[in-house]
């Protein structure tokens, strides 16, 4: 069976500083991995989607993730953030046998002044 | 494209009374999904369908739930009878079919149960 660890619940940060959302995940087989946001009141969106190839992939709003094998994660970054980004994070994962994937808990990101 | 369509958008319903919720998948996607979010349970999948056929339920908690999907362009999830632990935020999603693919969420059905 697979899973996805998001260590943390919230990360709070200051707007235009820096963020790294966690996520790890567990799997014997090769694994698909997808960032989603969440906004209030709405449903989730994609936002960045490692399938194969370069290791760094980069999504929309200047979010940008990395798939690493041997550490077993795909921690999402973003350079400097904006109020508007204050939502909840879910990282996911597919296997390639089923069309379902499977999310974590979700990391809520709190941006402020 | 309209995207996933969900309806109603918010219900309040009584204990015991039966709940249908709607889905619209986007026209030409072959998987639709049903997932259910709670602040104590996180996000979690009820059920999925392949080309209108349940292939999952795995994840529908008990028989008071059922879901449907009678053609490709329509989908509804029911609660006979509900209950208070119910309340929830339900979610529908889509995506073109392909094994590794996006998906498409809709806006969610918020469900109070009183």
């Known amino acids: 069976a697979q899973s996805v660890t998001q260590l943390d619940s919230q990360v709070p940060v200051f707007e235009e500083a820096p963020v790294e959302l966690r996520c790890n995940y567990s799997?014997?087989?090769?694994?698909?991995l997808f960032w989603y946001v969440q906004y209030p009141n709405q449903g989730l969106q994609l936002l960045l989607k490692y399938l194969s190839g370069s290791t760094l992939v980069k999504g929309i709003n200047g979010f940008e993730a990395e798939f690493n094998k041997s550490q077993t994660s795909f921690h999402l970054r973003k350079p400097s953030v904006h109020i508007s980004d204050t939502a909840e994070y879910f990282c996911a994962l597919n296997t390639g046998t089923a069309s379902k994937l499977t999310f974590g808990t979700g990391t809520r990101l709190q941006v402020t002044l | 494209d309209a995207g996933v369509i969900q309806s109603p958008r918010h219900e309040v319903t009584e204990m015991g009374q039966e709940v249908t919720l709607r889905c619209k998948p986007i026209s030409g996607h072959n998987s639709l999904f049903w997932y259910r979010q709670t602040m104590m349970r996180g996000l979690e999948l009820l059920i999925y369908?392949?080309?209108?056929?349940?292939?999952?339920d795995s994840g529908m908690p008990e028989d008071r739930f059922s879901a449907k999907m009678p053609n490709a362009s329509f989908s509804t999830l029911k609660i006979q009878p509900s209950e208070p632990r119910d309340s929830a935020v339900y979610f529908c999603?889509?995506?073109?079919?392909?094994?590794?693919?996006?998906?498409?969420f809709g806006p969610g059905t918020r469900l109070t149960v009183l």
């Open positions: 799997s014997s087989v090769s694994v698909y």
């Open positions: 999603a889509s995506s073109p079919g392909a094994q590794v693919d996006e998906q498409f």
């Open positions: 369908f392949n080309n209108n056929v349940p292939i999952d």
